[in-house]
């Protein structure tokens, strides 16, 4: 998806939602691919929307509101010739557990449905902590927005939103002697 997908896609979702009589509204947090995207524009397209639910239950527990977003989310995925995922919270499973959560912004209303974006650290805390390959030109794309040059600023930011046991466990110091090697 390029941008202009992802507010059509968006859009479209509200009006389903709206067309579905679904209580509103609706309150996303967008992460990943389309974040960067979206704000950092370091890349012309995502393969998906990654999401956290700010105002319903993950699908992993699905409440009434989380069913019919999903519902919707399918039928927009349908007119669009999307896979069923082109929207989902598979990464926000974890994001409630990591640490304190960021100030969001409101980016964009869609009838029923409201889009929020965090600060840009918030994102670069949550690649860091992925520490995946697939991440690491994002990380350095935030780095230069955000002015990060050293590993003690990049941690700072870390520490700001990411528990030290889960810094521990998932092996962040790593991911930051990959970006920071002096």
Sequence with gaps: MERQDIEACLRDLGDE?????????????????????????????????????????LSTQPSKETRAFQSAARAVAKRHGLSRDWINDVSATMLGELGPDPV?????TFKKL???????????????????????????ALCQQLDITTRAQAQAILDA??????????????????????
């Design 104 to 108: 969001f912004q409101l980016w964009a």
């Design 161 to 182: 939103y990411v528990y030290p046991r889960w810094q521990q466990e998932y092996r962040v110091a790593l991911t930051l002697k990959q970006v920071f090697p002096r």
């Design 17 to 57: 939602m709206e067309h579905k009589r679904v209580k509103g509204p609706i309150q996303v947090m967008i992460t990943g691919g389309a974040y960067m995207l979206l704000m950092v524009q370091n890349r012309q397209f995502t393969e998906d929307i990654d999401f956290f639910p700010l105002n319903f239950e």
């Design 114 to 140: 409201q889009v929020y974006l965090p600060p840009l650290n918030y994102i670069l805390a949550l690649k860091l902590f992925a520490g995946r390959q697939k991440d690491m030109d994002d990380i350095q």
